[in-house]
């Protein structure tokens, strides 16, 4: 849920009703007129609010962490931007946060920065600030996330990443901002407006964070490009990184056959083949690219066709899964490399609008229900479900060790099953259902929070899906 605040802090827009009178014999084609253009007002917060504005706090943040100020402002202005952000466990909201957006488009286009200045009542950095919100489809959105504010009043820069295209925006001004070790602070932000500097340079631009990144994938999975960035040199010297959404980009690829990449950095595999996507924003390239090796038809695991009435699922599109903290749990001084199983919902490959996870690097990677969800209560299920197929050539020796966690960190237990070389199939998947009772030490099941793939490298590359635990 978003609370909107409206005309406590704006002027009412005049509106009028326009009627066209057409005579006889006067007709004029439509192809005369001219494009209707919208106002080309740059400013959010100069003395107050400028026309037409109205103000938003995000769900979850304190509704009143925003207020006006006349009392501390910049320069002696009449007025300024005061955000209150609130201590750790404030009933009120977790953080201040909100956007402020116009009622009506404006044409920002002849800008190519949008400016504040500000202060705070301590050092401290301001998690996010940027424009583009308009509580809508937010196309535009572009924002900064390491700028630090002091007691001192100083000028902040946000460049645009392609000016041309603000042609009806209206997400002027957003923020986000949390207590630091735990503590709430105040900001003040005052003359918030969009400029046309002489003095930003040497515009770069990035995809995958600029790096020439390869991946190996199957027709029909779908990816988005990412790292997107846009950098430019200031007045003082130092480099801006924005941070700016996929429209702002151009994308391409080297071979729509092999894979296509739409407006929103969608891409999407086609045949077997390699193909390269690249960006530019107006007439410049942007570094990084993505080189996309498909492999052809994926097959997909086995559906599951047990009733749900007997299956607790904590991986699967096949039933509803139960809440996860994490697919790859990462554990302090465990020596840990997995990656994987950190898309949405864990999936790592969408194929068909199904997810599978693809654990790579694999030494042992934990899947956990215990530290901001439910743990498990198994002890009514009868087995343990999984599907892997090994991305590589098994070799004798080769295993993957299953463990189950009960009473994570009070009196644990936990019990292990390993799936040894003779099992394993590359490029083919296997369907384990495990009796329970396999999992040797496992003395309870009535909280498992954690679910551990092991293989010490020896399997390094696998698919997994449909993790469950089920009842006979």
């Not at 700028?147 to 041309?164: A, D, G, L």
């Not at 602070?185 to 390869?214: C, H, M, S, Y």
């Not at 969408?350 to 439910?374: A, K």
Request: proline share 4%.
């Amino acid at each position: 849920m978003i609370t909107t605040y409206s005309n406590t802090m704006k002027q009412i827009l005049y509106s009028g009703l326009l009627f066209i009178l057409v005579l006889p014999g006067c007709e004029r084609s439509v192809n005369d007129l001219d494009e209707p253009t919208f106002p080309t007002n740059p400013n959010v917060f100069i003395d107050g609010f400028s026309g037409g504005l109205n103000y938003a706090a995000f769900a979850g943040s304190v509704p009143a962490a925003f207020q006006v100020d006349t009392e501390v402002t910049f320069d002696n202005t009449s007025s300024s931007m005061r955000f209150e952000i609130p201590e750790v466990n404030d009933p009120r909201g977790g953080y201040a946060g909100g956007t402020f957006f116009t009622s009506g488009p404006r044409d920002l286009s002849g800008y190519n920065a949008l400016t504040f200045y500000a202060k705070a009542s301590e050092s401290v950095p301001m998690d996010i600030v940027g424009f583009g919100n308009d509580l809508g489809a937010n196309t535009y959105v572009a924002s900064v996330t390491d700028f630090r504010v002091n007691s001192n009043w100083n000028k902040y820069i946000i460049p645009i990443p392609n000016p041309e295209v603000l042609t009806e925006e209206q997400g002027m001004f957003f923020y986000s901002f949390g207590p630091i070790d735990g503590k709430g602070f105040t900001i003040w932000i005052d003359e918030v407006k969009f400029e046309n500097l002489g003095t930003i340079a040497q515009p770069r631009f990035e995809i995958f964070n600029g790096e020439d990144a390869t991946t190996s994938t199957f027709t029909g999975v779908t990816t988005s490009v990412t790292g997107l960035n846009s950098i430019y040199n200031l007045p003082d010297g130092s480099d801006q990184l924005v941070n700016a959404s996929s429209a702002y980009f151009n994308f391409s690829t080297s071979d729509e056959t092999v894979a296509t990449v739409d407006e929103s950095g969608t891409i999407t595999t086609g045949v077997p083949g390699s193909a390269v996507i690249t960006a530019s924003v107006g007439d410049i390239d942007a570094d990084g690219s993505l080189t996309v090796e498909s492999r052809g038809q994926f097959n997909s695991a086995p559906t599951p066709t047990r009733d749900a009435e007997n299956v607790i699922s904590v991986f699967s599109d096949v039933y509803d899964n139960v809440d996860v903290d994490y697919y790859n749990g990462f554990f302090n001084g465990d020596g840990q490399t997995t990656q994987g199983g950190t898309g949405p919902g864990g999936a790592d490959l969408i194929v068909n609008e199904n997810g599978v996870i693809n654990y790579t690097q694999l030494n042992f990677v934990g899947i956990g229900m215990f530290d901001t969800v439910p743990s498990i209560d198994a002890s009514e299920m009868t087995h343990f479900h999984v599907d892997i197929n090994v991305n590589e050539a098994v070799q004798s020796g080769d295993f993957i060790r299953l463990q189950l966690i009960n009473s994570v960190g009070n009196s644990e237990t936990s019990g292990s099953f390993t799936i040894n070389s003779n099992i394993l199939l590359q490029n083919t998947w296997i369907s384990l259902d495990i009796p329970l009772s396999s999992f040797s030490g496992l003395s309870s099941r009535s909280e498992i929070g954690l679910i551990f793939f092991i293989s010490d490298n020896s399997v390094s590359n696998i698919f997994v899906d449909n993790i469950y635990f089920y009842k006979n």
